[in-house]
T-cell receptor, first 111, second 115 residues
Framework: DAKTTQPPSMDCAEGRAANLPCNHS???????VYWYRQIHSQGPQYIIH???NNETNEMASLIITEDRKSSTLILPHATLRDTAVYYC????????????FGSGTRLSIRP | NAGVMQNPRHLVRRRGQEARLRCSPM?????VYWYRQLPEEGLKFMVY????????ESGMPKERFSAEFPKEGPSILRIQQVVRGDSAAYFC?????????????FGDGTRLSIL
């Protein structure tokens, strides 16, 4: 079973920031938080990951709470192309481990 | 998803035939993973391979399914005697060796349809 809990769906106005929450209360010390998204008919796309500190890249920002039990993915200026299912995943500290996908959050961007 | 190449993108087979799905990982990646996504469902892990070795096949059905990643060439997911329930999107992912906290990168999948 997935170790994360996400709302099944959200919507956001185009141009606004999209904030996607994720709960991972049972995360252990060596587990990273990863975010992927899947746009219809495509393979999952890696967005960002982090361990303890907040992270930012060209796609998004990841805010992890101090106790690491929850996190938020922020898309700063959502566009229609950001419509996708977003998956929050916790995964142990190794490149050699499978990903257990949950149900994700279906994000809809409205014009 | 440039980098991980899967082919064919679409594959149609009749019940009882064999399906072969190919995956070429990103350059420098020696870890390959296969996932299956049934219609309207989430992705499920099937198998994890390194060159010439199966590391974790806990998600593979016991019958008819096999996977390999030879020393040379792509990884192959093989489904023998396909049935209607095998219709799904099959995704391959790869990651580099020996580095912690590295993401898997996915291909765009093979859509398998069984007639």
């Amino acid at each position: 079973d997935a170790k994360t809990t996400q709302p099944p769906s959200m919507d956001c106005a185009e141009g606004r920031a999209a904030n996607l929450p994720c709960n991972h209360s049972t995360i252990s010390g060596n587990e990273y938080v990863y975010w992927y998204r899947q746009i219809h008919s495509q393979g999952p796309q890696y967005i960002i990951h982090g361990l303890k500190n907040n992270e930012t890249n060209e796609m998004a920002s990841l805010i992890i709470t101090e106790d690491r039990k929850s996190s938020t993915l922020i898309l700063p200026h959502a566009t229609l192309r950001d419509t996708a299912v977003y998956y929050c995943i916790v995964r142990e500290d190794s490149s050699a481990s499978k990903i257990i996908f949950g149900s994700g959050t279906r994000l809809s961007i409205r014009p | 998803n440039a980098g991980v190449m899967q082919n064919p993108r679409h594959l149609v087979r009749r019940r009882g035939q064999e399906a072969r799905l190919r995956c070429s990982p990103m350059k420098g990646h020696s870890h390959v993973y296969w996932y299956r996504q049934l219609p309207e469902e989430g992705l499920k892990f099937m198998v994890y391979l390194q060159k010439e070795n199966i590391i974790d096949e806990s998600g593979m059905p016991k019958e008819r399914f096999s996977a390999e990643f030879p020393k040379e060439g792509p990884s192959i997911l093989r489904i023998q005697q396909v049935v209607r329930g095998d219709s799904a999107a099959y995704f391959c992912a790869s990651s580099p060796p020996g580095r912690v906290g590295q993401p898997q990168h996915f291909g765009d999948g093979t859509r398998l349809s069984i007639l």
